[in-house]
């Protein structure tokens, strides 16, 4: 996918990107917590992510001394501050078979399950794989994590929590996206430059939105790739506040498209 900004050309990868505009409003709640369980930590200070080509042209300007330029700016910015990315996943397809069941404990379906490796492997290619990773404690988010630890080995070297106010929060107006804020600067350490929370909707739209300032659907299994910048997570979301986060992108199963 192509997509012109500035009289640049960015060139994506070809998965599927969505974005279109809008603007939620959002309270904090208090946030439980229950058990932590941590993987085997990965730190990546020095860690580069894959960027999108930029071409463009500069009148009066030769190719070399414009390369110049760039590579003094860049290094400038990388110095100053780090690029902060972060995955918004809604869990897999649940099942509806066993009626006895809690909505809380429904697994996961056969499609969910398909999705989950899915979504696992194009994140995987994309490069967006997490250092840090929260969860809601529901069955079905427990159970699209696990899958996809079972398929990239990215995801289980990452350090994990399961929040238990994930599941609850979601059910609230206007209330998630500042309810992750907290979570991810409670857990997360300046040199975890990649997070992903999993969740529910309508919590999860919701969040994708207001830190975007677009109206961005997730349906089940899938993932929304924002970035903002900043030395730490704290300084990232203050600079990028609501709407100011960058979407790179949507990462959606075939079963979704």
């Known amino acids: 996918m192509n997509a012109t900004m500035g ?22 709640p208090s946030m439980s917590l229950i058990s932590t369980t941590a993987r085997h930590r ?24 414009k390369d110049k330029e760039e590579n003094e700016e860049e290094e400038s910015r ?6 902060r990315r972060l995955i918004l996943l809604r869990h897999a397809n649940s ?13 996961l379906s056969r499609t969910g399950q398909s999705d989950a490796i899915e979504v696992s492997q194009k994140l995987q290619k994309l ?19 696990k899958i996809m630890q079972e398929q990239v080995k990215g995801f289980l070297e990452a350090e994990v929590h399961f929040i238990s106010s994930f599941y609850s929060i979601a059910a609230m107006d206007g209330q998630t996206a500042e309810h992750l804020q907290h979570a991810i600067c409670k857990f997360s350490r300046d040199e975890i430059l990649t997070v992903m929370c999993m969740g529910h909707n ?56």
């Open 7 to 28: 009289g640049s050309l960015f060139l994506f990868p070809s998965s599927s990107l969505t974005v279109s505009k809008t603007t939620l409003s959002s309270s904090s």
């Open 42 to 65: 990965r730190r990546a200070p020095n860690r580069s992510f894959p960027r999108s080509l930029v071409i463009e042209t500069i009148q009066g300007q030769t190719s070399d001394a």
């Open 78 to 83: 990388s110095e100053s501050v780090s690029g």
């Open 95 to 107: 099942s509806w078979e066993d009626r006895s069941l809690r909505d809380h404990d429904r697994p």
């Open 127 to 145: 490069g967006w794989i997490p250092e840090l990773i929260l969860s809601s404690d529901a069955v079905r988010t427990r159970e699209t994590l």
């Open 202 to 257: 309508r919590g999860w739209e919701e969040a994708a939105s207001m830190f975007t300032g677009a109206s961005i659907e997730l349906k089940t299994c899938n993932a929304a790739l924002l970035e903002a910048t900043g030395k730490s997570w704290e300084e990232a979301f203050s600079l990028a506040g609501f709407g100011g986060w960058k979407l790179q992108g949507i990462v959606k199963p075939t079963s979704s498209l």
